[in-house]
């Protein structure tokens, strides 16, 4: 059995632009030299409760939908909620939105629900404002990395 630690990456990307966050969120988080993490990252349509309880650490990622996460996140959360409860209380999470607006709405929604499993956030939420900016996708990879090494290190 490995003795790495396991980061789980949520993250909806339905257009190509969300891809290439999400994919910046991967590039970061499986930096070379980090090499105590092993990384999963799914939809949140293929994420499970399983795939949670096994995880050290979360990496959250969702679109901003009509002023709220998008419905995919929304329905992982529905099914994961309950099952994880009471084991991944304290769990290390971050969260990024690509936001067409403000991300205010989105972030509300994901924290209530975070506060809710008593998750514990390790940084700022990273909120990718506005019109596309090129500056977003080097944004997601430092957090990927951030949060693979952090945990490597063992600072959450």
Same mark, same amino acid.
């Given at each position: 059995?490995?003795?790495?630690?396991?980061?789980?990456?949520?993250? &909806?990307?339905?257009?190509?632009? *969300?891809?290439?966050? %999400?994919?910046?969120?991967?590039?970061? /988080?499986?930096?070379?030299? #980090?090499?105590? +993490? /092993?990384?999963?990252?799914?939809?949140? @349509?293929?994420?499970?409760?399983? &795939? +949670?309880?096994?995880?050290?650490?979360?990496?959250?990622?969702?679109?901003?939908?009509?002023?709220?996460?998008?419905?995919?996140?929304?329905?992982? @959360?529905? %099914?994961?909620?309950?099952?994880?409860?009471? !084991?991944?209380?304290?769990?290390?999470?971050?969260? @990024? #939105?690509?936001?067409? &607006?403000?991300?205010?709405?989105?972030?509300?929604?994901? !924290?209530?629900?975070? *506060?809710?499993?008593? =998750?514990?956030?390790?940084?700022?939420?990273? #909120?990718?404002?506005?019109? =596309?900016?090129?500056?977003? +996708?080097?944004?997601?990879? !430092?957090?990927?990395?951030?949060?693979? /090494?952090?945990?490597? /290190?063992? +600072? @959450?």
């Amino acid at each position: 059995m490995s003795n790495k630690k396991s980061l789980l990456a949520v993250i &909806h990307a339905p257009s190509p632009n *969300t891809r290439r966050l %999400r994919d910046a969120v991967v590039a970061g /988080a499986s930096n070379p030299d #980090i090499s105590g +993490v /092993a990384l999963t990252c799914l939809s949140p @349509f293929d994420a499970s409760p399983d &795939h +949670v309880m096994i995880a050290d650490a979360i990496i959250l990622g969702t679109t901003e939908n009509l002023g709220y996460m998008s419905g995919a996140l929304k329905d992982f @959360f529905d %099914r994961c909620y309950y099952p994880v409860l009471e !084991e991944k209380q304290g769990m290390p999470y971050s969260l @990024f #939105i690509r936001a067409g &607006h403000d991300g205010t709405g989105t972030r509300r929604g994901v !924290e209530t629900i975070v *506060t809710g499993l008593r =998750w514990k956030a390790v940084m700022d939420p990273l #909120i990718c404002r506005g019109d =596309w900016n090129e500056d977003f +996708v080097p944004q997601c990879e !430092e957090l990927g990395l951030t949060m693979a /090494a952090g945990l490597e /290190a063992g +600072v @959450f």
